[in-house]
């Protein structure tokens, strides 16, 4: 994993911090000791190491027999003006047997003085608790400052203090049967368990439950396994056998190191114990709400006040929150964050199928079956788990959809609401929310000036924030579009209105800059159900009459509500013919105005080959980059619908061509295994990548940048186990040596939120401004991540995107690497706005969505959607998942997908 000096935080950084602003404000100032503790197996000694002491000034005090505590300067300490002023090192030797458990706390938060907490022995065993005081983020005030200016802002998570809490956690295999697939049965099982033996067979311990499997308790239980006999009250009562037995001892020793700075993988299973105990807290304790859990979040039918949203066809949308424990440079944080999701309708059973089937009772008057599904109602709290059709998702987010200032003030509720510290489980566990945001610092990025076609001041664009317009703008290289037709599947649309929106698109692709000829083809017209016959018969009709060998761009206008149209469309275009497409939707052609037309117009350039825009400074927007031949790749898998488990996974990698431009790139798409995320073949997508930037370019890349999407935390070691290997091979059998490789996953899919505390600092919508970016204090305690917010919000929330670099062998500083993926964003080629994410990601995405229409039609004969086809053999590809059939003609070399 890379490890960096953060941004902003010396002399010269790039939209350089102020000094003078105090870090850590709110939740996060506070003393941490943390340690490790002796096994209850009469033990006479223990080790305590690594502390970090977050707030200057912090007073720790030990008191055991034998203590002793030296304070060092933070090893890679980030900055003079860094809150993280010294490391404290305690080593407790010499505990004797007598001696049970020693707790040593200390804690900051008035920042003045220090609390400390020793108690002696009751258990024979000796337990030696060296205990961390660590509040984080989890909605965090962010300071964040330009160049000559301050802002500040505010971010979404809560801290948690960890306190006396056992390092010895026990974790405890649970068996009970019968086996039942019910939701929630369990939970009502081991919850009636601890009710009627807590206080006797359990010896007063307040175990955790997963709801599965697994039991933690925050010490030992009087027995290493033993069966108890639960019966659950109903019309028939219904008796389970529940076997719990001693598993093993769960550390929080690697937790505590990795909070104090020391490298160090991430402990997943202690955090996913905490994590349980939270969860316990919120299910069996803080139930008023009827939660129903789902994954990491809680929904609840009561959340909001005007209750569930009918999302139509027997589904409605419930409110909830999102729940997680992440270690962050401030300690431990509890990221919150609203969520909602979809539930079946709870009804009578016959209503269901009614709406489902749009129907009446009266269609069902004659079916005597009917008569006893009438009797049946659906139960309350089951998840809807197909795949939401367009109006459904519409609803959906527009009930959830919150202006940043609301979603903010929800996510405080939500917590207050939770009260966690006021919980047994809490007690019993030593664990301590703070319920306060807490500051971190960050910085906003200036835009780069972008250059369009021309010389002087009129050629060049200063975006305000995140965006500009086509006004008075024609693009850098325009590209040729010669012979064209239109279809349109709207058969209410008038065919006058096609004709005038044809016209129209030639006249401003064309001021523009885009070289694109008049329509010389009458518009035909097909229904949507007979795509299959009729798209190949009108492109022979018009080949015939133009008399060519190709039509260079097919126009298609869609209905709003298409269904499967759009993608069969794609890839009877784009696996069977080989023709360029563009679509446009009936209501847009309709109201089309230059704004409209002009984005068209930038779209079908770029997928011809033509570049919209560059940057005025290359030098300065592109670091690094600009330096020798680089080419940047961007990887996605994206994976079937969640209750489809045979479709294959689809990767997609694509890579710049044109250095130093760094505009067009070409792609590759396979189908691999069903869910499977590392990609397969990675070193023969690479190689041919590689070849099409020397054909390209007329020159070998230097250097890799790589952004990878779609990986979680939890695959990082894989990735560089792997796939990283790969990209080496394919560049050591290219070019005989070691290549130069920063590599970046991206992730997008989290629950952090950055919310603006000063409205100077908005832009229109109330978010975070564009070029938003934060390194500091809620990123990762020892490794090189940031989160970048590098779009305008428009509509909700703005979720920051999260860049965690793994590897870089290019010794990018932070605000070089920082500054390089915000300008990027501004260069994607469908849009006049800067982007969520760094383009190569996103054009991997849409080029696996766009795959994901080829799956299961087509040739057998090709394994690979890409620039230059099949590179893997037949054999193998017979032995995975269906191939996909392949990109027809010059499409393979462009940017159909973007």
Known sequence: MASHQRGGGRVGGRGQANPNVVQGQGAGATAAVAGVAASTTAATTAEAAAADVVAAGAVVVASTAAAAGTRKGAAGAEAAEDSRKYVAEAEVAAATRAAAEVVVAATTKDMAEAEVAAAAATRAAAEVVVAATTTAVAGAEVVAATRDREAATTAASVGLEVCNLHVLICAKPVTISPETTLKGIYRQVMSKLVSENRQTELGGRLPAYDGQKSLFTAGELPFKSKEFVVTLPGRVEKRYKVVIKHATAVSLHPLFMLMAGYPTDI????????????????????????????????????????????????????KGFYQSIRPTQKGLSVIVDISSTAFIRPMPLIEFVMEILNKDSRTFRSITPMDLVKVCKIVAGQQYRKKLDSQQVSKLMDSTC??????????????????????????????????????????????????????????????????????????????????????????????????KFCSDLVKWSRTTGVDMDNLRLPIYLVRPEQVETDLHRLCQDARNKLRVQKIDLLLAILPEKNGNLYGNFKR????????????????????????????????????????????????????????????????????????????????????????????????????????????????????????????????????????????????????????????????????????????????????TRLFPSDRQWTDRSGNILPGTVVDKNICHPTEFDFFLCSHAGIKGTSRPTHYHVLRDDNKFTADALQSLTYNLCYLYSSCTRSVSIAPPAYYAHKLAFRARFYVNQGSDAATSVGSFGSSAPAAAAAAGPKPLPEIKGELKRLMFYC
């Open 572 to 751: 009877i275009c784009e696996t069977e013919i080989g023709i360029m497409s563009q679509c446009c939707l009936d209501k847009n052609v309709r109201s089309a105005g230059p704004p409209y037309f002009a984005n068209v117009a930038i779209k079908i350039n770029a997928k011809f080959g033509g570049r919209n825009l560059e940057f005025a400074n290359p030098k300065e927007s592109l670091p690094v980059v600009s330096i020798e031949p680089t080419i940047i790749f961007g990887a996605d898998v994206t994976h079937p619908a969640a209750l489809d488990d045979t479709a294959p996974s689809i990767a997609s990698v694509v890579a710049s061509q044109d250095w130093p431009k760094v505009a067009n790139y070409s792609g590759i798409a396979r189908a691999q295994g069903h869910r499977k995320e590392l990609i397969d073949g990675l070193e023969d997508i690479v190689k041919e990548l590689l070849l099409a930037f020397e054909e390209r370019s007329k020159q070998r890349p230097k250097q890799l940048i790589f952004y990878r999407d779609g990986v979680s935390e939890g695959q990082f070691k894989q990735v560089l186990e792997q796939e990283i290997p790969e990209i080496e091979k394919a560049w050591k059998a290219r070019y005989n040596e070691k290549p130069k490789i920063t590599f970046i996953v991206v992730q997008k899919r989290h629950h």
């Open 267 to 318: 402990p997943t299973q202690a955090l996913q114990v905490l994590d349980i105990v939270l969860r316990d807290i919120v299910l069996n304790e803080r139930n008023s709400m009827e939660y129903v859990a789902v994954g990491r979040s809680f929904f609840s039918p009561l959340i909001a006040p005007e209750g569930p949203k009918n999302l139509g066809l027997g589904v409605e949308g419930w």
């Open 402 to 499: 919150q202006r940043p200032s609301d979603r903010e003030n929800n996510i405080r509720q939500v917590v207050e609401h939770n009260d966690y510290n006021r919980t047994e489980r809490a007690s019993e566990f030593c664990m301590e929310v703070d319920y306060r945001p807490t500051s971190v610092q960050a910085r906003v990025l200036p835009a780069p000036t972008l250059k369009y076609r021309g010389t002087g001041s009129e050629s060049l664009c200063s975006p305000k924030d995140g965006q500009w317009n086509m006004i008075k703008k024609q693009v850098v290289h325009g590209a040729r579009v010669g012979h064209w037709a239109c279809v349109n599947f709207c058969h209410e649309l008038p065919r006058d209105v096609v004709g």
